[in-house]
């Protein structure tokens, strides 16, 4: 038996924690046989296709989502958004769905963050402190320690390789973060 793990990363674009979104770093995924990914992207493309989206992208929905909502005026970027124009009712629909492909199947889920603002701040009144130049690191630590005793209790007999993908970014620092993490 082969597992495939499919991660991802928000919040990562500040080490420091202060631009918007980057106060807590935070890397989840998804762990599951291999011939389970090809019925889930079969599923999750024909949620999109139904819904006329090229993509999913939560921070771009959640956008939208606030606009059709009126808890926040668009900004001069919002014409570009891909769920630009969408009504609530769609919006939620669409979410809906997309959660109803990910919940199907026998998948385990795996999370890790890190509070980038807090660790930041301590940082500075610590510099002498033994810490990773990269906050994200421990986020990544994190994922891969909630994530294979959870691989292990759902396949105890697994003795197959595990593939790991993460989404892809232009992120150095996030690339070489997974890379010692993954690799220490």
Same mark, same amino acid.
């Given at each position: 038996?082969?597992?495939?793990?499919?991660?991802?990363?928000?919040? !990562?674009?500040?080490?420091?924690?202060?631009?918007?979104?980057?106060?807590?770093?935070?890397?989840?995924?998804? *762990? *599951?046989? %291999?011939?389970?990914? $090809?019925?889930?992207?079969? $599923?999750?493309?024909? &949620?999109?296709?139904? =819904?006329?989206?090229?993509?999913?992208? =939560?921070?771009?929905?959640?956008? @939208?989502? @606030? %606009?059709?909502?009126?808890?926040? #005026?668009?900004?001069?970027?919002?014409?570009?958004? /891909?769920?630009?124009?969408?009504?609530?009712?769609?919006?939620?629909?669409?979410?809906?769905?997309? *959660?109803? &492909?990910?919940?199907?199947?026998?998948?385990?889920?795996?999370?890790?963050? +890190? $509070? !980038?603002?807090?660790? *930041?701040?301590? &940082?500075?009144?610590?510099?002498? @402190?033994?810490?990773?130049?990269? /906050?994200?690191?421990?986020? +990544?630590?994190?994922?891969?320690?909630?994530?294979? /005793?959870? +691989?292990?209790?759902?396949? #105890?007999?697994?003795?197959?390789? +595990?593939?790991?993908?993460?989404?892809?970014?232009?992120?150095? $620092?996030?690339?070489?973060?997974?890379?010692?993490?993954?690799?220490?």
């Amino acid at each position: 038996m082969k597992l495939v793990v499919y991660a991802d990363e928000s919040g !990562t674009h500040d080490k420091a924690g202060n631009q918007t979104g980057s106060q807590v770093g935070i890397v989840a995924g998804y *762990a *599951a046989r %291999v011939e389970s990914w $090809d019925k889930f992207c079969r $599923d999750w493309k024909a &949620v999109l296709d139904k =819904f006329s989206a090229r993509y999913f992208h =939560f921070s771009e929905f959640a956008s @939208a989502s @606030a %606009v059709a909502r009126n808890v926040r #005026p668009p900004t001069s970027q919002h014409q570009k958004n /891909p769920y630009y124009g969408w009504k609530i009712d769609k919006l939620n629909q669409f979410l809906l769905e997309l *959660a109803k &492909v990910s919940a199907a199947g026998r998948k385990v889920k795996a999370a890790g963050y +890190i $509070d !980038t603002k807090r660790y *930041a701040e301590f &940082v500075k009144q610590n510099p002498n @402190a033994p810490l990773n130049e990269n /906050p994200n690191e421990g986020s +990544i630590w994190q994922f891969y320690e909630s994530l294979l /005793p959870a +691989i292990w209790k759902a396949w #105890p007999t697994l003795s197959g390789p +595990i593939s790991f993908f993460f989404d892809q970014t232009e992120n150095a $620092d996030w690339r070489n973060a997974i890379d010692r993490i993954h690799f220490s």
